[in-house]
Every structure is written in C-alpha cells, then in structure tokens.
C-alpha cells in the first residue's frame, strides 16, 4: 500500500480564512481524493483529483470553495477558502490501490475554525 | 440506489470477550465491493479488507473474521478475544468497482481493560 502523508495534521483557523492541506503519497497514482469528515459522522467525498486536469467536484461541493490542485503524481493540494464554523471537520486524502478498487488514506488533518 | 446501514452506533465490550460489528447494504448492481476500514482515534482510516460480490468465501485474518452472507446482504466483521488497541470506529463501505464509495455510519468499538 501506499504510504500517505498531509501537512498540517491540525490546525485552528479563524472564520473568513483559508487553509491549504497537502497531500504527498510515495508513489506515483493516477487517482487522489479529497473527502471530509465532519464531528461524529461519516466519510464525504469532495473531490477527485486527477493530474492534468480539473478535479471533479461531488454534489455540494464547488471549486470556489474547495480549489483544489494536482500539479504532479504524488501530490495535490486542498484550500478551503472563506472558512465558517462549519468546515470545522477532518480532511483526508487518498490514493487508489494497486488494485484500483480498495483506497488507502492519509492520516488526515484536523481542521476547527473559529 | 446503494446503502449501507452499519445499526450499531457504539458498542463496549471487556478485554478479551468476541464482538460482531454488523454492517448491512443494499445495491442492485450484481457486481460490487465491500469493505472495512478502522480510524483509531488518531483519524487515520486504515484498510482491512476487501470482498467481491463473486466471492462469498468467509475470511479470516488473525483475531479478525469476516462474514460475507449475499443472501442477506450483510457482510459482518468480528474480532475474536478482543484487545483495548481495537478501539476506533469501524467503517463498513460498498462500491461498484469505481472509486465511489458509500461508507456507513460507522461503529464506535470501546474495549475496556
């Protein structure tokens, strides 16, 4: 499996700010996603991140507030822009198995915005 | 439309004793995927199986089994004499074979020393 790591791994931001989380995996993968995990619930996924191209957008989700970037095979960035309270949750990226159908994740960064 | 139902919200159990975590879904597709994951309290989700609708062959992994029963639609996961580092919430997810995920609710485990 792939070994996933994001920076920062928390952080405490004030309303109206944005934060920038990255994602470096240690091989090279076609596939990277972006998901959230607000307090106490499950997995949602925001976006994929495909290198070369626009990232593809989940229902709810829309790149002006999730600008995301994958300028390389092994990398990709999440910005959550305009932060309310309620982006308050855990961010994770992942990476598709060799498999291609089980994914492996990051440890994720835990983001309060206060 | 697919779904999975993961009914158990919390369970507490003492070192040592068995626990089932049951995870139900629904699908209509004739090929999907199931999978397990843990997220220790540390918030990394971490990979514990995959099944294949085509493979109802139970599995087993150490303290870790798994049930996959199509007739029921439930793929159900136990963990054998228990230990306090099987803590986390458990997350039980479907997929038709892209990346798209359903994940269930989630179970949290507590096992007390």
């Known amino acids: 499996s792939a070994v996933i790591s994001q920076k920062p791994s928390r952080d405490i931001c004030q309303r109206g700010t944005s934060l920038t989380i990255q994602c470096q995996v240690d091989s090279q993968v076609t596939m990277m996603f972006w998901y959230r995990q607000q307090p106490g619930q499950s997995l949602t996924l925001i976006a994929t991140?495909?290198?070369?191209?626009?990232?593809?957008?989940e229902s709810g989700f829309v790149i002006d507030k999730f600008p995301i970037s994958r300028p390389n095979l092994t990398f990709s960035t999440l910005t959550v822009s305009n932060m309310s309270p309620e982006d308050s949750s855990i961010y994770l990226c992942?990476?598709?198995?060799?498999?291609?159908?089980?994914?492996?994740f990051g440890p994720g960064t835990r983001l309060t915005v206060t | 439309a697919q779904k999975v139902t993961q009914a158990q919200t919390e369970i507490s159990v003492v070192e040592k004793e068995d626990v089932t975590l049951d995870c139900v879904y629904e699908t209509r597709d004739t090929t999907y995927y199931l999978f397990w994951y843990k997220q220790p309290p540390s918030g990394e989700l971490v990979f514990l199986i995959r099944?294949?609708?085509?493979?109802?062959q139970n599995e087993i992994s150490g303290r870790y089994s798994w049930n996959f029963q199509k007739s029921t639609s439930s793929f159900n996961f136990t963990i054998t004499a228990s230990q306090v580092v099987d803590s986390a919430v458990y997350f039980c997810?479907?997929?038709?074979?892209?990346?798209?995920?359903?994940f269930g609710t989630g179970t949290r485990l507590k096992v007390l020393a």
């Open positions: 997810a479907l997929s038709r074979g892209t990346y798209k995920y359903i």
């Open positions: 991140a495909n290198q070369g191209s626009e990232a593809t957008y």
């Open positions: 099944r294949n609708s085509f493979d109802e």
């Open positions: 992942s990476v598709l198995g060799s498999s291609s159908y089980e994914q492996y």
